[in-house]
């Protein structure tokens, strides 16, 4: 069974930093491609980020790219979201998942299984 732990959320003021971590079991995690997606207050599930398997290739949402870093340890399986200049708009709680990777922008097409991380921005 794959299992996803998201920790590191928290709150923070506009202009502020967190470190996301996920970590994972039940599958081959050096060969899977991951996501990290969030769901805003009383919004739906929005894509933020993707990373390949060797985490040589990493893609961003618009929104988030310059601000948010995606990383993995393999050794660890262990993924990671760096945010920095946190803005309101990023307030939601963050999950991980696996995914395919073309299909990992499409929220429709990854599962979550897992109970997230809160992210606060506030002022």
């Known amino acids: 069974e794959e299992t996803f732990l998201e920790s590191g959320g928290g709150s923070a003021q506009p202009g502020g930093s967190l470190t996301l971590s996920c970590v994972t079991s039940g599958f081959a995690f050096d060969r899977t491609s991951m996501v990290w997606v969030r769901q805003a207050p009383g919004q739906g599930l929005e894509y933020v980020s993707k990373i390949n398997s060797a985490g040589l290739t990493t893609r961003y949402q618009d929104s988030v790219a310059g601000r948010f870093t995606i990383a993995r340890d393999n050794a660890k399986n262990t993924l990671y979201l760096q945010l920095n200049n946190l803005k309101i708009e990023d307030t939601g709680l963050y999950y991980c998942?696996?995914?395919?990777?073309?299909?990992?922008?499409?929220?429709?097409?990854?599962?979550?299984r897992s109970q997230g991380t809160q992210v606060t921005v506030s002022s």
């Open positions: 998942s696996s995914c395919l990777w073309t299909e990992c922008s499409k929220v429709e097409r990854v599962a979550v």
